[in-house]
């Protein structure tokens, strides 16, 4: 930041800090993503949310305890920078941006979509009014935005407990093992769902406007993680139960297909749900990325000016505007399965390393005051960490060459960019 530039206000506290972790995973994924894996998991849904969530979980609880030691705003930038060094650093801090400008580009135009069914808006138009309104959001505040995130995330979550409560009566109706694309479907699936579980460890990044954030932080995401997860496998289970994975298989609105078929108006209801659900997510995506752009730039990594704050308002004006521009560059029609596989990618990557993280922290610091650690350990290895690495690069190979060949790219781009431009920019160690 530059010399005398203000700091961020602390305000949130752990409902407020909780709810926006709820309401960014609960967002376009479920919502969008459901009807393109039930195409190969078929009624055995359950089983793939199920194997996401051990890949979060385990995830979860390295955020927890890197959290609790590094309580700061730039969180993947400064744990990479802690474990592995600057370069390293520099590339996951990408990775988390793009992960999250692409993925609220990739929200804003499924957004889009429901707005152009129900209005008949343009595509385009539609999604650059809801950035454009995310932006005025962000900027008027951190409290506007974890108010406007409470009122959108009790929506969006009220639409999950309605399917829930329209499936109940079904349940026990269909086979939950039949799965068209057998075991190896399953795990395809799990790995596009995991798309819906993102969010959790963009909780890390608010630490920053978080009251004793390194208690408030690692609380938060792991009751985010609690309530998300068992959510969605009572939805998985519910949606199905009602007419079978054909029903919704390939659905880009499924939740609206189902309902239509029970209840008169069922169709609307869940499409203005959705329409509330995407704009949540989208709005959380780059409150992220704007605030870790705000960390690399405290840390000297970027240029100062992006990290920036509003004197009287207290956000991070130059980081917001940046990442709603670049979130604009990216309003290009395409396959939301595709995107999503891309963001995904982006997040293997990003918890690979911070799994390993905690692991090389134990032993580089096995002394650093830790108020959370991971659980189960063999010597200072943490089980769970381990773990982590391994699911993760295992649904990494899921996800297609395609998409292997892409992300690839990307962390090439980043890892010349961050070549170039380190001498420049390379803050204290």
């Known amino acids: 930041m530059a010399s005398g530039s203000p700091s961020l206000r602390r305000t949130l506290s752990l409902p407020a800090v909780t709810i926006s972790g709820v309401g960014v995973i609960l967002g376009a994924g479920i919502y969008a993503l459901i009807g393109e894996a039930a195409v190969t998991a078929g009624n055995a849904l359950w089983a793939s949310f199920i194997m996401s969530a051990l890949i979060a979980s385990f995830t979860g609880l390295s955020y927890m305890e890197l959290s609790s030691l590094f309580p700061e705003a730039s969180a993947e930038f400064e744990y990479t920078r802690s474990s592995f060094g600057d370069l390293p650093a520099f590339v996951i801090g990408v990775m988390v941006i793009l992960s999250g400008i692409v993925g609220a580009s990739t929200v804003a135009l499924g957004f889009a979509g429901y707005l152009n069914g129900a209005t008949g808006v343009h595509l385009l138009a539609g999604a650059l009014l809801l950035i454009v309104g995310i932006m005025a959001v962000l ?138 659900a995407t704009a949540n997510t989208a709005l959380l995506m780059l409150l992220a990325s704007s605030r870790i752009l705000y960390g690399m730039a405290a840390k000297g990594r970027i240029p100062a000016r992006i990290g920036w704050v509003h004197p009287g308002r207290r956000t991070p004006w130059a980081a917001i505007i940046l990442s709603c521009a670049a979130a604009m560059l990216f309003l290009l029609p395409g396959n939301i399965r595709d995107v999503a596989l891309i963001a995904n990618f982006t997040l293997f990557i990003t918890f690979t390393v911070i799994n390993a993280a905690v692991i090389v922290l134990r032993f580089t610091r096995p002394d650093a005051r830790r108020l959370y650690r991971v659980p189960i350990n063999v010597g200072k290895v943490p089980v769970p960490a381990v773990l982590g690495i391994v699911t993760c690069l295992f649904f990494l190979f899921q996800i297609g060459t395609t998409i292997l060949l892409i992300g690839a790219g990307l962390v090439v781009v980043a890892l010349v960019i961050g070549w170039v431009t380190r001498e420049r920019h390379l803050g204290p160690a």
């Open 139 to 276: 900027l008027a505040g951190i409290k506007q935005s974890a108010a406007v995130t409470i009122i959108f995330t009790l929506i969006e979550a009220g639409g999950l407990v309605g399917i829930i409560a329209i499936g109940l009566p079904y349940v026990g109706s269909v086979d939950y093992f039949e799965a068209p694309g057998g075991l190896s479907g399953i795990f395809v699936a799990a790995a596009l769902i995991f798309f819906a579980y993102q969010g959790f460890e963009e909780i890390v990044k608010l630490s920053d406007e978080t009251v004793e954030p390194e208690h408030t932080i690692p609380k938060a995401l792991i009751l985010a993680l609690i309530i998300t997860i068992t959510l969605y496998i009572l939805v998985s289970v519910c949606i199905v139960s009602i007419g079978g994975w054909e029903a919704i298989a390939g659905s880009p609105n499924p939740f609206a297909e189902v309902a239509a078929g029970v209840f008169p108006g069922g169709y609307a209801l869940f499409t203005v749900i959705a329409l509330f």
